[in-house]
């Protein structure tokens, strides 16, 4: 595989990480946004990333390939009660699919999820993402349940599956 580095990602990035966003939402309609992207400004980004810098139990990381975003994934952290769960979200250019990136970018969200002693990862994927699914169950994750019309895109509804990653055994 060619070098990529993947790294915390820092609200210097927010530019390129909307950019990012608008390309891999145009790619997919496995994201809860499509190529519009995500409605926020700069600075409205640069603020989020720093807010969770400064969390204990969320982490954003960025994926690097001569220069280029090509994926990001994301573990947010619940408060109060939850707080030994935390929600992971996860993306990949189209042109990077089924080169491992996913799971080098899986095995850096798992190994922040046991340092910060998250307990319980979960996440949500589209029900017919069966490349997705693969790759989250070779991580150990586990189908929990499914979501019904959790995506309505045009007319057309999309069920989802809900899967965990139980790190406290």
Not at 66 to 82: K, N, Q, T, V, Y
Request: charge should be negative; charged fraction near 30%; include cysteine.
């Amino acid at each position: 595989m060619e070098h990529i580095e993947i790294r915390e990602t820092m609200p210097e990035d927010a530019e390129k990480l909307i950019a990012y966003l608008k390309k891999v939402g145009a790619e997919t309609d496995n994201l809860t946004f499509g190529k519009e992207g995500l409605s926020v400004t700069v600075e409205q980004e640069k603020a989020y990333l720093t807010q969770v810098h400064e969390e204990q139990r969320s982490v954003h990381y960025s994926v690097w390939k001569e220069g280029e975003l090509i994926a990001d994934g994301s573990l947010s952290g619940l408060p109060r009660r939850m707080s030994h769960y935390a929600e992971l979200g996860l993306s990949v250019i189209k042109e990077q699919w089924n080169q491992g990136i996913g799971g080098r970018l899986l095995d850096e969200l798992i190994a922040y999820a046991r340092q910060a002693s998250i307990e319980i990862i979960r996440l949500e994927v589209r029900s017919d993402n069966a490349g997705a699914i693969h790759l989250y169950e070779k991580y150990g994750f586990k189908r929990v349940g499914m979501i019904p019309g959790y995506f309505k895109i045009n007319d057309t509804y999309v069920d989802f599956v809900m899967m965990c990653l139980d790190l406290r055994g």
